[in-house]
């Protein structure tokens, strides 16, 4: 049972690491967060992405993967996530002319940490899709060692998410004394893009029906 449990927890670490890794509008706003807030950004931001995963993942085990996996759902989410991104970019982009290397680190608290990355998370489809095709087969997978195995599962994965945006929020955080305030604007202005980016291509995505 323990050996079943531990290979559950380092499956799930390592799947976990493969998708943390992969550049989207999460790590974005970790980048962008970091380099104004600090090397807590990361695990904040990663906070609210674990109780948001959390919740999803009891709505999976009671039946809820049928719902998110309907091309309706996927165009509500596109369209808002797209929005949602748009915003955050606009943030970005309306700071640029007062951005600072010199303002004190963790001084900029608008905005709650927590609520972003929840946020983050559900304006990306395909975290949602992720989670109702391989995620719900990991979690059926798991169920059959009940409750520890699906504790071993999400303790496992959000492990991975940790660690990830722990190291990119501490590297950004550190790296910022490097730093002059137009290198600072230019990094916040290619986050700004990237997000503009995201967003294009979901909103685009759900007008041209290609799900």
Known sequence: MLTSLATI????LIIAFSGAMMP?????????????????????L???????????????????????KHDLFFLISALLGGSIMFWMAWGMFRSLPTLSVNTQ?????????????ALMSLANPYWIIWWATIGIGYI?????????????FFLGHITGDYIWYTAISTAVSKGKKLF????????????????????????????????
């Open 9 to 12: 927890f380092f499956t799930s």
């Open 24 to 44: 989207g509008p999460l790590l974005t706003v970790t980048i962008s967060e970091s380099s104004k807030r600090g090397a807590m950004a990361g695990p904040l």
């Open 46 to 68: 990663i906070t609210g992405h674990a109780i948001l995963e959390l919740l999803l993942i009891t709505g999976l085990l009671l039946g809820l993967a049928p719902v998110l």
């Open 105 to 117: 680190e963790g001084t900029e608290r608008k905005g709650n940490l927590l609520i972003t990355g």
């Open 140 to 152: 059926f997978y798991s169920q059959t060692f009940g409750l520890p195995g699906i504790v071993f």
């Open 180 to 211: 002059t305030d137009q290198v600072y604007r230019i990094l916040i202005g290619i986050c700004g893009t990237f997000l503009v980016g995201f967003a294009v291509y979901l909103i685009m995505t759900a007008a041209n029906n290609n799900f």
